[in-house]
């Protein structure tokens, strides 16, 4: 680019062709702000731009997130009368997408019309997939499908992302068929997207499968499979990956670490965890982040040496984190550890954190202490704070659709079969010995009211719409947002023993696949 610039600058009287190869040549080797640069430049020497400018200008921009000059470029373009050149406009969907402006890159492709081509679709699903509009892209997807359009690859790992971050199992392996079915051979993004997909829908041994099929591994794949590992449990097994991408020559990142301490944390391999983090200090020269001692004290904390966990964070080189301190006062609740409990609290109010777990953990932990003033303070003190409880939801997938549910759900239009299911499961499950545990409703009402509370949890309810409404002995596959409680893991454990099924629930942290009564987390969460 330095001899490329030399001559250019040599130049009386350069073109449109000579900036067009400047702006593109800038981009090439990763100089957005040197490219972008260049365009008015060329407005200042009279040089008219052409079709082929714009797309690399507007390239420029999406890199930079350049929103501000990404606009008046768009209004450069219509003047010059480009409002309705394909590659010009699927490069609008494209910058409006990346700086976040989905409903921009919504009115650039509804302005093509009939022009739209397969990488005007690709654009905009990847705009929706970013701003986490899954839903929203898979539709667009399936309308791409009804068009007779042939989707590319990186459609299709937009529709992978959207599937997994729903749940939506049918639908990631649906688009599966349709890449196997289109392409001979697939590229080394769309396998770890399908890797990707399969583990977080549950579903380990089919992601597995493609990860061992694959002739070619990079650092993303390996940390893909390491982190689906983790999340489901399978410490041991995330370290022989681990151990193998180091013997094929693959350098760790942060990433990676990251994917690995997680892995010893939820599996309770406390000293393999204490071995990789000095192995990343010391052998790999990966300095701690944030994430890293949130690993490691979630791993302390899990195995009940709150102490540890505690001079770990008062030990932290860099300022201590909201995420450490939450992290503990997590395992303090697990551990009924009452006096950390608040120490970490008040540190976490030190730090001006506004999350409302916090308050909410501490007054579970009142709660089970029989301490209902303290409680209820705590609740009252989240409220005057202004800080909401963000709703649990469960999201269940039956015959390729996704229903969500909250607690004490009154809206879906099977809501009297799926209450009555619930009921009858519930004096089955009475009937092996399960009694509700009403003790985290702090709501001043009667207990028999407490019970038809927890009764009505959103987990609960999905579950008992999916025995509804799925064949004898399928699996049932459940996302939510909350943290697995002690009553629901119970709860679901005796379903899969009484109803012969595999039910897998993905949790805010973790996968808890329930088969035969037992769960793959061995009680350990």
């Known amino acids: 680019m330095d001899y490329a610039r030399s001559i250019f600058l040599g130049l009386d009287d350069p073109g449109t062709f000579d900036f067009n190869t400047m702006i593109r040549g800038s981009l090439f080797h990763g100089d957005p702000q040197g490219a972008l640069l260049f365009y008015p430049e060329m407005l200042q020497r009279d040089v008219k731009p052409d079709n082929f400018t714009f797309p690399f200008v507007l390239k420029a ?43 921009r890159s919504c009115r650039a492709f509804e302005q093509m019309g009939s022009c739209r081509t397969v990488a005007s679709w690709s654009a905009l699903t990847a705009a929706q997939t970013r701003m986490g509009l899954w839903g929203k892209c898979l539709e667009l997807f399936a309308m791409m499908t009804r068009e007779g359009l042939r989707a590319d690859e990186s459609s299709m790992v937009s529709a992978l992302s959207s599937a997994k971050n729903l749940g939506a199992y049918d639908l990631g392996r649906s688009v599966h068929c349709s890449l196997l079915r289109s392409f001979t051979g697939l590229n080394i993004v769309v396998q770890t997207s399908l890797i990707d997909m399969y583990i977080s829908c549950g579903c380990l041994e089919k992601g597995i499968a493609v990860f061992e099929m694959m002739s070619e591994k990079n650092t993303w794949t390996y940390s893909v499979v390491i982190s689906g590992l983790a999340m489901h449990g399978e410490g041991e097994r995330a370290l022989r990956v681990f151990s193998d991408m180091l013997h094929r020559g693959h350098e760790p990142d942060e990433a990676i670490y990251v994917g690995v301490l997680s892995a010893c944390s939820h599996a309770g391999l406390l000293d ?63 551990h009924g550890d009452l006096e950390l409990a608040e120490r970490a609290s008040r540190n976490l109010k030190e730090l001006n954190a506004r999350n409302s777990g916090d308050y909410i953990n501490l007054s579970n932990l009142y709660a089970e202490a029989k301490r209902w003033s303290d409680a209820a303070m705590t609740r009252r003190e989240m409220v005057d704070q202004g800080l909401v409880q963000t709703p649990g939801y469960s999201r269940v997938e039956v015959k390729g659709k996704m229903y969500t549910f909250v607690s004490q759900d009154k809206r879906h239009p099977q809501r009297r079969e799926v209450y009555e299911m619930a009921y009858q499961m519930e004096w089955q499950l009475r009937l092996e010995g399960y009694t509700p545990d009403a003790s985290q409703v702090l709501l001043d009402v009667e207990e028999e009211e407490k019970r038809r509370m927890v009764a009505a949890q959103s987990q609960k ?49 973790r996968f808890h696949c329930f088969r035969h009564g037992v769960c793959t987390c061995g009680d350990h969460w």
């Open 61 to 103: 921009c999406s890199r930079l997130l350049a929103l501000a000059e990404g606009l008046q470029i768009h209004g450069h373009a219509a003047k010059h009368g480009f409002q309705c050149d394909v590659f010009v406009q699927n490069s609008l969907i494209n910058m409006y997408g990346k700086c976040g402006e989905v409903e």
């Open 461 to 509: 309810l999905a579950i008992a719409f999916a025995l509804l409404n799925t064949s004898q002995g399928s699996p049932i596959r459940i996302i939510t947002n909350l943290r697995m409680g002690k009553d629901c893991h119970t709860y679901t454990a005796l379903v899969s023993t009484i109803f012969e099924r595999e039910i897998m629930v993905r949790d805010r942290n």
């Open 272 to 334: 393999e965890g204490l071995r990789c983090f000095d192995r990343m200090r010391l052998e790999h020269r990966i300095p701690p982040s944030p994430q890293h001692y949130g690993c490691m004290i979630d791993l302390m904390a899990r195995g009940g040496k709150l102490k540890e966990a505690y001079e770990l964070i008062e030990s932290m080189p860099a300022a201590q984190t909201e995420a450490a301190w939450r992290c503990l006062l997590s395992a303090c609740k697990t």
